[in-house]
């Protein structure tokens, strides 16, 4: 841990203009030993974490699951790309921006640890999502798995293929919260059938913040010879992985959540060989079956927001993967110690790193969570996000690293304050009270 004196003259060396990552680098010199656990309660250091990032005055952020201001040094980038794109398009944009993606698909997958030939480079996650999900051949009656807890679309889009080619979708219910990992797998397990052909599955799912047994699940997937099809876009850059070891078929994540990369960006892996295999969304020539690119082939788009990837990626290495989802996991157990000290109230993930990172939710039996985001938003200017499913609700509470501990304690008092006002105003009526 840095010593006092260094901390000192660090603070004192007038940060405020300084980019995200000059901001990092000085701070790795200052850190540089410190273990992720206990840098993750320094809050000197995250303090000079919130100076890489532009933050809307008075109104605090607690829906970075939803979608995630980028830093400071990534927006930069993004704007100069604009600008640049904007001189001459057709040059700028065609023969000089586009062929620098190839830098980013190298980085993306150098960072994941799968091969470059392997990665496209999306707009969001329901795009990589659906490339695999209505790329694949499949015939009427054969059964695809899901659950009731992935994104709607990505239900949808498989239901659609229902209703238009016969296929079977089979939604399995996973318990809330999950006990054991080894309860989500034989959950699939047992669903399988000798007409199955695809196990789809979140990595985290976006309700509860519940990271299922990704690794296991794709193992499964190939001991009955199933294409696996995994929803990564709260997974990539939240806690450490590589899709290596996950060892799933296709991948798709948004980068504009936990990698705070420009807005309208995303990621799709497919296994080298299923390439050929997969339609793109967008019809290609045969000469280019074999090649990731071709689910690129989106006609013009900017190059800005993917080739700024990049910065994204440099924010991401500086500040430390292990670091950063050690700081989620801290600002998530100093909310959630406090208010689980309230009647009844329960994480809808165990709060535990195998578990839950930096997305939980919670529930107060009887309260409105619809009610508790608006009033969030009226009363205090926090934003947050109330989930409602046929079996069970809460508020999905996701802070950043630019969060500091004094504005989870707001946040938990502003909850407790109307934890009580709910109660006031449901209390039951007093016996001889109530009217004809
Ligand atoms: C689990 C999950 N999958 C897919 C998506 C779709 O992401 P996007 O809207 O960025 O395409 C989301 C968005 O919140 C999500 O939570």
Known sequence: MASNVSRRRLLATGLRAASGLAILSRLN????????????????????????????????NFNNGGVAPA???????????????????????????EPQLEAVRKRMAATWAVDAEEIAITRNATESLETAELGLNLKPGDEVLITNQDY??????????????GIVVKQLSLKVPVQRAADVVETYRRAITPRTRVLHCCHVINLTGEILPVAQLCALARQHRLLSIVDGAHAIAHFPFTLA??????????????????????????RRPLIEHTWPLFGEWPGEDKNIRKFEEIGTHPAAPHNAILEALDFYDALGHERKAARLQALKMRWADRLLRQPGARLLAQSCREHSCG??????????????????????????????HPEFRGTRVTPNVYNSFDEVDRFSAAMEQLLA????????????????
């Open 29 to 60: 010199r200052v850190y540089a030993a410190a273990a992720p656990e206990e840098l993750a309660q320094e809050e000197a250091f995250w303090k000079q974490i919130r100076l890489a990032y532009d933050r809307a005055p008075g109104i605090l």
């Open 71 to 97: 830093p400071n040094s990534v927006l930069d980038e993004q704007i100069r790309l604009t600008r640049q794109s904007n001189r001459a398009p057709s040059y700028e944009l065609w023969t000089v921006l």
């Open 152 to 165: 709607p679309r990505m239900i949808n889009t498989w239901l659609q293929r229902q209703r238009r080619e």
């Open 245 to 270: 070891e996950l060892g799933c078929d296709y991948y798709g994540a948004s980068l504009h959540k936990w990698l705070s990369a420009p807005i309208g960006t995303g990621v799709l892996y497919v």
């Open 359 to 388: 997305v939980a939710t919670i529930d107060f039996p009887g309260v409105d969570p619809n009610w508790m985001q608006t009033q969030l938003w009226k009363q205090y200017k926090i934003l947050v996000q109330e989930i409602t």
């Open 421 to 436: 006002q709910w109660r006031q105003q449901h209390a039951p009526a007093p016996a001889g009270t109530h009217s004809n």
